[in-house]
């Protein structure tokens, strides 16, 4: 028998701004940013009474840059996203079972199989479910009722990437 798992996801700033990190830090150019920053910290510690007040100001801000500023930004930009997305108006249905994922929104229904996915990634608490290297769609495990029907689609996740 074909079981199917029915999630409702109605995306919160922390979910979008989850996503935004990861998309953000796990990229090249994210790690180099906190290495910058790591430096700008290393350099300020042992060059600090050898630099004048605008150079310390310089390396603050240089140290603060990926690890308090960027972030920052992050939550603004993940909060009006939410708030602004026609996309992210209405609650998403998903319907997990064995042969796919059918999505659905208002009138509007996509049914995918679990080869048409790009990749599927579990981020802190949500599946990251990628049709192509840039369209992805968040689901928090929260939204699951249960926790069974959470361990239940990852068992459908783990089959698919056997099956791939």
């Known amino acids: 028998m074909d079981k199917s798992i029915k999630v409702t996801v109605k995306l919160k700033t922390a979910d979008m701004f989850c996503f935004l990190m990861h998309y953000t830090y796990s990229a090249v150019s994210g790690i180099i940013g906190v290495?910058?920053?790591?430096?700008?910290?290393?350099?300020?510690?042992?060059?600090?009474?050898?630099?004048?007040?605008?150079?310390?100001?310089?390396?603050?801000?240089?140290?603060?840059?990926?690890?308090?500023i960027n972030p920052f930004m992050l939550w603004k930009r993940a909060k009006r996203q939410v708030l602004t997305s026609p996309a992210l108006k209405e609650p998403i249905t998903y319907v997990f079972a064995d042969k796919g994922v059918t999505m659905s929104m208002g009138?509007?229904?996509?049914?995918?199989?679990?080869?048409?996915?790009?990749?599927?990634?579990?981020?802190?608490?949500?599946?990251?479910?990628?049709?192509?290297?840039?369209?992805?769609?968040?689901?928090?495990?929260?939204?699951?009722e249960s926790k069974e029907d959470a361990a239940e689609v990852a068992a459908m996740i783990k089959e698919y990437y056997k099956k791939k």
């Not at 910290?41 to 308090?68: H, P, Q």
């Not at 048409?116 to 981020?123: C, G, H, N, R, S």
């Open 107 to 144: 009138k509007e229904k996509a049914e995918l199989a679990w080869t048409d996915f790009f990749k599927i990634k579990k981020v802190a608490g949500r599946y990251i479910l990628y049709t192509s290297r840039i369209r992805s769609n968040i689901v928090p495990v929260s939204c699951f």
């Open 35 to 68: 290495l910058f920053s790591i430096g700008a910290v290393i350099l300020l510690i042992n060059m600090w009474g050898e630099l004048d007040i605008a150079y310390r100001f310089l390396l603050i801000v240089c140290a603060l840059l990926f690890t308090v």
